[in-house]
């Protein structure tokens, strides 16, 4: 079974500037998490998905993060603008039900640099 | 603040050393998780656990869940160099998800 896709595997782009990630999760899964991940910290929840509906994005910047899963399927994170801060790993899983219960898979994640 | 909190923060074993690692949450998990993720790569899920006072093993991994549903613990026998990595649990203090700070294992051949 195919694992859970990311693109692209790196960017870099300057501060002010936008930027977008995209996920398709394992097939069948209804559950779809974005992550950030900071160089030495643990991975942070910035939000979940089931289907195309919002669990959770409490922990997401929504003043400059913006996320969809428009058709249940594969999700968009966007960043504009992009701050220095935002320098991190950002890692999409996904899990055929709600997280709490089921084991999550990762994607490769993204790194992104924001000069 | 950190919902889940991990100690050590890094760990250096000789090969042939075990190695625990531990995880504490401020308030009381349905079950917890843990995860590996090796230098440069992702989290992969290691194992799940959902009793309290459950104990679980993988060949030389052991996990624990405390009684209390507020701590665990992973305990590897006899490292190999192939355990390098970082091993974060996980779970839901509460309505959101979490992972833990992590402890880094690194693993003297």
């Known amino acids: ?115 | 603040g950190q919902q889940v909190m991990q100690i050590p923060q890094y760990q250096h074993v000789q090969e042939g050393e075990d190695f625990t690692t531990y995880c504490n949450s401020s308030t009381t998990l349905s079950n917890i998780q843990w995860y590996k993720q090796r230098p440069g790569g992702h989290p992969v899920f290691l194992i799940q656990l959902v009793k309290s006072g459950e104990v679980k093993k993988q060949k030389r991994l052991t996990f624990q869940f405390g009684e209390a549903k507020k701590n665990s613990s992973l305990h590897i026998t006899a490292t190999q160099t192939t355990d390098v990595g970082t091993y974060f649990c996980a779970g839901y203090p509460g309505n959101q998800f979490y992972f833990g700070t992590g402890t880094s294992l690194t693993v003297i051949p």
């Open chain 1, 1 to 115: 079974e195919a694992g859970v896709a990311q693109s692209p595997r790196y960017k870099i782009i300057e501060k002010r500037q936008s930027v977008a990630f995209w996920c398709n999760p394992i097939s069948g899964h209804a559950t779809l998490y974005w992550y950030q991940q900071i160089l030495g910290q643990g991975p942070k929840l910035l939000i979940q998905f089931q289907n195309n509906g919002v669990v959770d994005d409490s922990q997401l910047p929504k003043d400059r993060f913006s996320a969809e899963r428009l058709k249940g399927v594969d999700s968009t994170l966007k960043i504009q603008p992009a701050k220095l801060e935002d320098s991190a790993v950002y890692l999409c899983a996904s899990s055929l039900d709600r997280g709490g219960t089921d084991t999550q898979y990762f994607g490769p994640g993204t790194r992104l640099t924001v000069l």
